[in-house]
């Protein structure tokens, strides 16, 4: 992936999941920012994979992003594994 800079619009993420989500009926990805704050971005279905592109806001702070998937359907809740990502301070 090439380098996400702060203030980045429409950079698409896209999160596996492994499981079958054609009863999904609620699709997540839960975002902890650099520093600390949570976020819970609304994703969108592709095969086995969350997906997700960002809007203004979302990528207001430079440096370590986590995340996880998070997926309700009508036999439980499930929780994907943490995956991370990096933005970078402008010009850097």
């Known amino acids: 992936m090439?380098?996400?800079?702060?203030?980045?619009?429409r950079i698409k993420l896209t999160v596996p999941t492994s499981i079958?989500?054609?009863d999904?009926?609620?699709?997540?990805?839960?975002?902890k920012k650099p520093?600390?704050?949570?976020?819970?971005?609304?994703?969108?279905i592709s095969g086995t994979n969350l997906i997700y592109y960002t809007v203004a806001?979302?990528?207001d702070i430079a440096g370590l992003y986590y995340g996880m998937a998070y997926v309700t359907t009508a036999n439980g809740i499930y929780w994907g594994e943490t995956f991370s990502f990096k933005v970078w301070e402008r010009y850097k």
């Open 24 to 31: 999904a009926v609620l699709t997540k990805l839960y975002i």
């Open 57 to 59: 806001g979302d990528l």
């Open 35 to 44: 520093n600390g704050a949570e976020s819970q971005w609304t994703a969108t």
């Open 2 to 9: 090439a380098k996400i800079y702060v203030g980045s619009k």
């Open 20 to 22: 079958d989500l054609t």
